[in-house]
């Protein structure tokens, strides 16, 4: 029997009594000659039954560039954005959970995803011409969020990604790390949320500058493992794309529709089924509750400080376990017997940073936002006995939870600062701890590095003039 020649498989495949809807046509040329580049080109197309087909390209560089041109994104797209010098800790992989451990990294950040090296970015270029590749992140749907509770340290920000890996970021520097998580939710919040098809397309882009030969001979490669059933079941899929989309639609309008009838907060609390907490509530809100004008919470741990902490090197300076310290944060907000003397919550340490959580993560710190302004033009005044003058006239302003707990928590302070030789917690010390504890601007402008000078003075002030700013004061 005679073979049929090339010409006759062509006419068989664009025959239209064997086309139907979602037929694969298929063109195969094969080069005798021994110079000849060996290669293979196939053409999908899905007809509509009644439609014409469209005749299929015989330039192989005008079908391998059609191609290239849907699944390759925009070299623009992975364009570095910023880069520079943060502090890096990974704390899961997978989803399991790593041990934290703090490293300086050069990160560049592109438009779709983040780069870790661990030297400088000559360095870094060098080595990677070496093999040594940095570890990469996808942003597409990621997560970012600020972590105070993640670390001791001071902002801190944590990426988590959809494969279930988690960074931390930080910067002493506010307006650095201010500037890099506003670049980073930037460029998450441009990518899609789905992240398999910015997968797909960067796998892509690493063969871009391979030969349009090479993409097709993958493709075909790939589609002659197929079995004819997942073939059919291929173009089924690319059928119902368009219902695929309008499905996608109906269960995200089902799902607002349940978040929107969502029972409130305060209801839950009126049932009972959510206690109200001590750790993120406001402070006249933690005290009407308890029927006082400072947090048991706060003076528990006074207490407990000055009991057997006032001696201790690096008091409130030196960070305790944080996984105690959440421990005993979650005991205080189950309303559960608290007892600080217990032998778990032996580490001062512990105490004194379950403390400072506790101011850190009032709605509005203990200085209210409407005085920020007002304390920071006071201590710009040069001469000292204005200042001090005018800040006994602002404290004597406050609402009376703020300025009551605020004079039993400097005067504990000046307590620290007199055993200063036994626990090296200076004024000072303790102004750069508590100052942007204590005091924040509602907003954070631009100025974030002036404001903090001003931030740990005024907590200085607040401790070497205690007597004067809270001796005669009217209660």
Not at 6 to 30: C, F, H, W, Y
Not at 278 to 291: A, D, K, P, Y
């Amino acid at each position: 029997m005679q073979k049929p020649t090339n010409s006759d498989s062509s006419a068989e495949t664009l025959n239209p009594t064997r086309q139907g809807t979602g037929a694969v046509q298929m063109r195969i040329k094969n080069a005798n000659s021994h110079h000849d580049r060996l290669s293979q080109s196939k053409s999908m197309i899905l007809t509509d039954v009644g439609k014409i087909t469209e005749p299929i390209s015989r330039h192989r560089r005008n079908h391998s560039q059609h191609v290239l041109k849907d699944v390759i994104p925009p070299l623009e797209q992975l364009m570095v954005e910023k880069e520079g010098y943060l502090q890096k800790a990974k704390i899961a992989d997978g989803g399991k959970k790593l041990r934290k451990n703090w490293s300086t990294s050069w990160i560049v950040l592109s438009s779709r995803k983040i780069e870790f090296y661990k030297e400088s970015k000559q360095q870094a270029l060098s080595n990677m011409k070496t093999g040594n590749k940095p570890e990469s992140v996808d942003l597409c749907g990621a997560h970012i969020e600020w972590a105070k509770e993640k670390s001791s340290r001071k902002n801190v920000f944590q990426i988590t990604t959809v494969s279930g890996n988690e960074f931390l970021l930080q910067s002493d520097i506010d307006f650095i790390i201010l500037d890099w998580f506003h670049a980073i939710k930037n460029a998450i919040d441009r990518l899609p949320k789905d992240a398999s098809s910015p997968s797909r397309n960067l796998e892509l882009f690493k063969i871009q500058r391979s030969s349009s030969t090479e993409l097709l001979s993958h493709y075909d490669s790939d589609i002659k493992e197929q079995k004819p059933e997942h073939r059919k079941s291929l173009m089924f899929r690319l059928q119902h794309s368009a219902s695929d989309t309008s499905d996608k639609k109906r269960v995200k309008s089902r799902l607002k529709k349940f978040i929107t009838r969502r029972p409130s907060l305060k209801s839950l609390q009126e049932k009972g089924l959510i206690k109200d907490q001590i750790f993120g509530s406001h402070l006249h809100t933690v005290c009407e509750r308890e029927n006082s004008t400072v947090p048991r919470f706060v003076k528990q741990c006074i207490e407990a400080v000055e009991k057997r902490g006032l001696d201790v090197d690096g008091i409130y300076r030196v960070s305790g376990n944080l996984a105690t310290i959440q421990k005993l944060r979650f005991i205080v907000n189950q309303e559960e017997k608290l007892n600080l003397d217990d032998s778990q919550w032996e580490d001062i340490h512990v105490v004194t940073g379950a403390l400072k959580m506790f101011f850190r993560e009032l709605p509005e710190p203990l200085f209210p936002y409407s005085f920020f302004e007002r304390f920071v033009e006071a201590i710009k005044k040069q001469d000292n006995n204005t200042r001090i003058e005018t800040m006994k006239s602002l404290v004597q302003k406050l609402p009376p939870p703020n300025r009551d707990t605020m004079k039993v928590l400097f005067g504990h302070l000046t307590k620290i600062v007199a055993k200063a030789s036994k626990n090296l917690m200076s004024t000072q010390s303790l102004g750069i701890v508590f100052g942007p504890t204590l005091l924040r601007a509602e907003k954070e402008t631009g100025n974030m590095a002036v404001h903090m000078v001003y931030q740990n003075q005024i907590a200085e002030l607040m401790l070497s003039e205690y007597s004067k700013i809270f001796g005669s004061e009217e209660d």
